[in-house]
């Protein structure tokens, strides 16, 4: 059963004077998914998560979050909604649980059991009661985190949240981001420079250039699904005349790539073996996120 997706974009544009930072963007978002935003220095990443958090205006289309209207219902829509936009601002006089406690007042239905939650959920169990001026910029992004999900938002949108971090900061934030998928069924809407950490972190990644969409892929497995082409390799003695007896496919060294289904493979080897192909290994050829990133932004830099 296809479930609703957490967030709808519908032809969103943003225009500023005579400039159009974002252009005609749809997308659908699922529950239940850490969902990747990626795209080069100024392609729209910013301003987009602004308009979906309300901190700009949308000049044209509508941003839909759980069904309710950023334009029309923007108090029920933003209810559903946890945000780090850039850093988190905490007070460095007060502890890390005095700070959420804080900001628990300004929300109803927060209770102290609430509190003890999150922070288990984030791991700072060991230092909550410390200033948040001892803490490291690692330390500090998990207090945010515990503090946007505290009212148990459906949708929790990090922009940049790994600025700054540490490899070991980095992978302490992406488990806790996983966890909170499995754990609270959050959604985790975020944009990052990290194309290893997103491929390592994300269900399915967006990417933006010049303020417009220009692909949508999932980074899951595709299983033993026979009906998925992907692209697999044959190392072959003469890939040559292979590519001639197939009449196709990519040749680089001994390795012959074809995009091939699951059951088109042993077929395919079978016509090289009868043609007198000597094949020593068949194998599936995957390409980073970085490499594909490259390829589709023409080599843009990213940020």
């Known amino acids: 059963m296809q479930l609703e997706p957490v967030v709808r974009l519908e032809g969103v544009t943003k225009r500023v004077s005579s400039r159009t930072l974002v252009e005609n963007v749809t997308l659908d978002i699922p529950p239940g998914q850490v969902y990747g935003f990626l795209g080069p220095n100024g392609a729209g990443k910013t301003t987009t998560i602004r308009m979906m958090v309300g901190l700009t205006s949308i000049s044209q289309g509508d941003i839909k979050i759980c069904g309710y209207s950023i334009k029309e219902h923007f108090e029920k829509a933003v209810a559903n909604v946890g945000a780090i936009v850039e850093n988190p601002e905490m007070y460095k006089f007060l502890s890390g649980y005095q700070n959420l406690r804080h900001f628990a007042r300004m929300m109803k239905g927060i209770t102290d059991e609430r509190i003890e939650e999150v922070v288990r959920l984030v791991g700072l169990g060991n230092r909550i009661h410390d200033k948040v001026r ?39 934030l992406r488990d806790y981001l996983r966890r909170l998928c499995r754990e609270e069924g959050t959604t985790v809407f975020v944009s990052s420079h990290l194309l290893s950490e997103m491929e390592l972190m994300c269900d399915n990644v967006a990417i933006i250039q010049n303020g417009r969409l220009i692909d949508v892929r999932s980074l899951k497995n595709g299983g033993d699904s026979g009906a998925e082409a992907a692209e697999t390799g044959f190392t072959v003695d003469d890939p040559e005349r292979a590519a001639a007896i197939l009449q196709g496919g990519t040749v680089q060294g001994s390795l012959l790539t074809l995009r091939l289904t699951r059951d088109q493979i042993p077929e395919v080897n079978a016509r090289l073996v009868q043609a007198g192909i000597k094949v020593y290994g068949i194998q ?15 080599g843009d830099p990213i940020g």
């Open 134 to 172: 001892t803490y490291s910029l690692g330390m500090r992004q998990r207090l945010g985190v515990a503090q946007a999900i505290l009212h148990r938002p459906k949708l929790l949108i990090l922009d940049e949240p790994t600025n700054g971090l540490d490899p070991q900061g980095i992978r302490e």
């Open 284 to 298: 599936a050829v995957t390409r980073s996120l970085e490499d594909q990133f490259l390829e589709m932004t023409g």
